[in-house]
């Protein structure tokens, strides 16, 4: 069982940066693949990054040049830095982890999801 819990959501103008945290428990933390993704009012949740438990990373194209997701395994934490914020960047984020070591696009690969944050960003 794995719990997430998310923080370092807020108000931004646009051209800002915020960094997202997740704090994960559990023995096998740097074994999972873990994802945040994000969902705006009245649109459905969507992919934005994914980071392999070997490191590797893969964004979304809408975030690709201006987020950094990234990991801490001796602090079983996973952050996602946000640069350049838009206002279409407003939602809730999610972290969520993967049992398999290579994260994911498909919210379907994932077996453990955090409460959200809220990033809103003002134009």
């Known amino acids: 069982q794995v719990q997430l819990v998310e923080s370092g959501g807020g108000l931004v103008q646009a051209g800002g940066s915020l960094r997202l945290s997740c704090a994960a428990s559990?023995?096998?933390?740097?074994?999972?693949?873990m994802g945040w993704f994000r969902q705006a009012s009245g649109k459905e949740r969507e992919f934005v990054a994914t980071?392999?438990?070997?490191?590797?990373?893969y964004y979304a194209d809408s975030v690709k040049g201006r987020f950094t997701i990234s990991r801490d395994n001796a602090k079983n934490t996973v952050y996602l830095q946000m640069h350049n914020l838009q206002h279409e960047d407003t939602a809730d984020y999610y972290c969520?982890?993967?049992?398999?070591?290579?994260?994911?696009?498909?919210?379907?690969?994932?077996?453990?999801w955090g409460q959200g944050t809220q990033v809103t960003v003002s134009s």
């Open positions: 969520a982890a993967s049992p398999y070591s290579s994260g994911s696009y498909y919210e379907s690969m994932y077996d453990y």
């Open positions: 559990g023995r096998t933390f740097s074994a999972y693949g």
């Open positions: 980071i392999y438990s070997g490191g590797n990373t």
